[in-house]
């Protein structure tokens, strides 16, 4: 397989009402916020509205899943508080 892929998986952060974020990930991030944001992913329904601080995207399901992973460790939080939001 060469450098070119056909799908991007994508890792998000929302900032909620309570000013808490929410770490997810996506192939159709478009669809993804949408469903955050008519409130019908449960683990965010109670705490619109919702918004986007950051994304990123990854050529491989693997990697976005280990980013995400990463931002929900202790030092994860750390950098997404000192690089990303």
Do not use: C, W
């Amino acid at each position: 397989m060469g450098l070119y892929t056909e799908y991007v998986y994508y890792v998000y952060i929302l900032q909620l009402k309570d000013k808490s974020y929410y770490h997810g990930s996506s192939a159709d991030l478009k669809n993804r916020l949408k469903a955050h944001k008519e409130g019908t992913v449960s683990s965010t329904k109670n705490l619109r509205p919702v918004a986007l601080v950051f994304y990123a995207g990854f050529a491989s399901k693997e990697k976005a899943v280990k980013f995400e992973d990463y931002l929900k460790s202790s030092s994860g939080f750390a950098f997404r508080n000192k690089r990303l939001v």
